[in-house]
């Protein structure tokens, strides 16, 4: 889209980045968390299962929040990070990646948690019975079924965070060419005369990315299943 204009862009690039990041770090927590809910028995894990779900039932701006109190400067854990290890996040492209995997991170691990569920438990006992150790079970019988899933898991959460606004800018604010994401953008243009035009054209890049994900993902998701099956 050449007529973006270089503010567009900034836009446009960051929410590619910030989505990118927050669907890859919190891909191998989702299908931990998704096989704890799908496979586990322990206490407390229908309270897990709470926690995981709550970014879809709170206001985003509360989890914008919340995060905000605990990953800030001054918060405890946001402090430890700094000092330790020089990570930022409030106020920060990091810290943006960081709410968009959040409030994305339900989509994911549902999406997965599905996909196990669905697995028959007899062909991963046929691999154990076999010799096969937990972990090698899981890599050459479990991970090739859920693939779909994963991948399907992972689409979604990419196309959350892509929309990802209340969140977002609670806890890292609105700053061009560092936290503003595609849906900042859009509302920093409504809030000033002329900026419409702007507008529209990133709500049209936004329709196009979104409905670009979601295709691929139905694509390639019967593109592996037909594998899987033909194999």
Do not use: C
Request: hydrophobic fraction near 55%.
């Amino acid at each position: 889209m050449e007529y973006l204009s270089p503010e567009e862009w900034s836009a446009v690039a960051l929410s590619l980045r910030v989505s990118f990041w927050a669907t890859l770090v919190s891909l191998p927590l989702g299908i931990l968390v998704a096989m704890l809910l799908a496979r586990g028995e322990f206490p407390g894990k229908q309270l897990l299962n709470g926690i995981v779900h709550l970014p879809l039932i709170l206001p985003p701006v509360v989890t914008g929040y919340l995060l905000l109190a605990t990953f800030g400067r001054r918060a405890p854990v946001g402090s430890f990070l700094h000092d330790a290890f020089g990570l930022v996040f409030a106020f920060r492209w990091t810290g943006a990646a960081l709410a968009a995997g959040v409030m994305a991170f339900p989509l994911m691990v549902r999406a997965i948690r599905l996909a196990i569920e669905a697995v028959d438990p007899k062909l991963e006992q046929a691999a154990g019975t076999l010799g096969a150790s937990r972990t090698m079970v899981f890599a050459t019988v479990t991970l090739p079924l859920i693939l779909p899933g994963i991948i399907a898991g992972s689409v979604l959460a990419f196309a959350k965070a892509m929309g990802e606004f209340g969140a977002t800018i609670t806890f890292v604010s609105n700053i061009p060419g560092e936290t503003q994401t595609l849906p900042s953008a859009i509302y920093a243009f409504l809030q000033v005369p002329g900026g419409e035009a702007s507008a529209a054209r990133l709500v049209m890049v936004s329709v196009i990315v979104a409905m670009a994900a979601l295709l691929l993902s139905e694509w390639v998701s019967r593109l592996v299943a037909r594998r899987i099956r033909g194999a």
